[in-house]
């Protein structure tokens, strides 16, 4: 998670919560512990060590799921959107999804109810 306030930090607290209750083995990950030599290790490694590169660094997850609480029109908190960036794009060149499942706000959220 990628948080300034403390939201996203909230949230990926209870969406760990819910998956572990389902059998999900979670680890809750601040993104600013990624931040650093070992990513920068990451991203500048050649195609046929990527793969090996970002599993030790994700821990040998098989499922991420980046969770950013947003500012303004969708920004991601500055201190974070590097990490997420630098993830997004190694996901990228690793052929492997790495959209948006959904953008939302607090105010769709509320509209919607």
Do not use: W
């Not at 819910?18 to 680890?27: H, L, P, W």
């Amino acid at each position: 998670y990628v948080t300034g306030s403390g939201t996203a930090e909230m949230f990926g607290k209870v969406m760990a919560a819910e998956a572990r209750s389902k059998g999900f083995d979670v680890t809750l990950i601040d993104a600013h512990t990624l931040a650093g030599p070992a990513l920068d290790a990451v991203a500048s490694a050649n195609a046929d060590a990527l793969p090996a590169a970002l599993d030790r660094l994700l821990g040998g997850c098989r499922t991420l799921v980046m969770l950013a609480a947003t500012h303004g029109e969708g920004d991601a908190p500055e201190s974070g959107a590097a990490v997420l960036a630098t993830l997004e794009s190694l996901l990228k060149r690793l052929g492997r999804s790495a959209s948006p499942l959904q953008k939302q706000s607090a105010d769709d959220d509320e509209a919607r109810r």
